[in-house]
């Protein structure tokens, strides 16, 4: 007698994060432009019209694979931010610390590519939307307050003057994400890690140093 493979079936919020998880493979072999509804929903293994009873369009799961990609991007900066070195001196730590949230940064746009286009192809509103932490990590911060606390421990250790504190994460972060553009899809995408690595080492030291 042949035995009829049991079909799938979904308990409430199950399906959701499978078409998460569907838009978020989507986003790794494609960026943003890659994301499809109807894709998501063959990879997830249901009908298409199933989606509509959690996203009601493609921007819906676009958002919401945006926001785990912004997560993704936090949880690296964390793991860069938990494995510094040691300092001896609060303000040579703060400054490590500047450091190791740019270099988290930059690792996960070359390792992630898709993902972290998605993460910041969003538009104006959608960012102002967002009252909450939006892609928030482990620590319950976003990729941008991160940095936003990195910067205040510099100012509280003494390693950044307070007068030069008010916007500086803006010249931050236009920095490095100007070069993680330019390895990843830009006329640096050519180069090796072996290049990379002592240039985002020098980008991040001008960084802090600049402030």
Not at 76 to 94: G, S, V, Y
Not at 166 to 173: G, M, R, V
């Amino acid at each position: 007698m042949t035995r009829t493979k049991p079909r799938s079936t979904y308990r409430h919020g199950d399906l959701r994060r499978a078409l998460i998880d569907a838009g978020i493979e989507l986003a790794r072999e494609g960026g943003p432009d890659a994301i499809v509804l109807r894709e998501a929903t063959r990879r997830a293994g249901v009908v298409p019209n199933a989606a509509y009873r959690h996203f009601e369009n493609r921007d819906a799961l676009l958002s919401a694979v945006r926001s785990a990609a912004l997560s993704a991007v936090a949880e690296a900066m964390e793991e860069e931010l938990a494995a510094r070195p040691k300092k001896r001196r609060r303000a040579d730590a703060a400054r490590a610390g500047l450091r190791a949230v740019g270099a988290g940064y930059l690792r996960f746009a070359q390792a992630e590519t898709g993902l972290f286009r998605t993460a910041f192809a969003a538009p104006q509103a959608e960012w102002a939307e967002h009252e909450e932490p939006y892609g928030a990590g482990p620590s319950g911060l976003d990729p941008f307050q991160l940095l936003s606390r990195a910067l205040d421990d510099m100012v509280e250790t003494g390693a950044l003057d307070a007068r030069r504190r008010p916007e500086a994460e803006y010249l931050a972060w236009s920095a490095v994400h100007g070069f993680a553009l330019l390895v990843i899809e830009g006329p640096l995408q050519g180069l090796d890690a072996s290049q990379i690595e002592p240039l985002a080492k020098r980008l991040l030291s001008m960084v802090e140093s600049g402030l």
